[in-house]
């Protein structure tokens, strides 16, 4: 947590598009489980089968969420929602975690960096998933640049006191154990992406076959040379006072 905060029972805290919940039950293990908490998600298929009494757990959008939440949250944090929301979305949902924060509440964005046509000479794979990644975002209108702009959108909020850091993600077998999961997760999504690819006829690089070739292309460079990471970034900022 980059935020300065630290919880009590007086505090409330709300986790955007939990998926399955990580870093809500991570945070649970370093604050008092007097502290209560609320995740939501549109989705509920991956909420943990056993979480803790202190939090609650609601179908929600970040776009709409409930009318008495407002001024209810002291932290709100939202991670990894760049393959989620649409373009006109962003401020709808920046609006929103201002309207429920409390005066004095802190919002936490954690958000990856997009892949960059152009950014990999000599890495074909690289490229080609580049490509898809940005014809895929632009045909269903995502924001994959957002985690440049969140800063703005925060200040067009009304937010203040905005700061960021990034963090590297390296990919692959030469940086250790958990760069080896990062670029399965990877390997995964481009796997995911496949069938929206193909349906829209391939985008000139993808076939069946030719998706499969390079997703399993992408594992060996990211496993042999540098120059395909990511940088991660987390902003967080406050709601005034008054
Ligand atoms: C890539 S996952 C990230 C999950 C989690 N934050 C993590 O990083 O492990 C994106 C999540 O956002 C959820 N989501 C998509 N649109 C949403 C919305 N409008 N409001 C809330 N959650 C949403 C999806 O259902 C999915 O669980």
Request: net charge negative; charged share 25%; hydrophobic share 40%.
């Amino acid at each position: 947590m980059l935020a300065p905060v630290s919880l009590d029972r007086d505090d409330k805290v709300l986790d955007i598009g939990i998926g399955p919940g990580r870093w809500i039950m991570d945070l649970t293990t370093s604050v008092d489980s007097s502290v209560p908490m609320v995740a939501v998600d549109i989705e509920p298929r991956l909420f943990p089968a056993s979480p803790p009494e202190n939090i609650e757990f609601w179908i929600e959008s970040v776009t709409k969420l409930p009318s008495d939440w407002t001024d209810a949250f002291s932290l709100v944090y939202q991670w990894l929602l760049i393959l989620a929301l649409q373009v006109p979305q962003w401020p709808q949902a920046t609006k929103e975690i201002f309207r429920v924060l409390r005066p004095g509440g802190w919002v936490q964005f954690a958000e990856s960096t997009p892949w960059h046509e152009g950014k990999y000479p000599g890495k074909l794979s690289m490229e080609k998933l580049a490509a898809m990644y940005r014809r895929i975002a632009e045909a269903r209108n995502l924001y994959v640049d957002c985690t440049y702009d969140i800063p703005k959108m925060l200040e067009e909020t009304g937010f203040v006191d905005i700061q960021n850091e990034s963090r590297m993600q390296l990919l692959g077998k030469r940086a250790g154990e958990i760069s080896i999961e990062k670029a399965k997760n990877h390997v995964g999504v481009l796997r995911g992406i496949k069938t929206p690819v193909l349906e829209a006829g391939g985008y000139g690089y993808a076939t069946s076959e030719a998706e499969d070739a390079i997703a399993d292309a992408l594992g060996k460079e990211w496993d042999k040379t540098p120059g395909s990471d990511e940088d991660f970034i987390i902003t967080w900022a406050r709601k005034p006072l008054a």
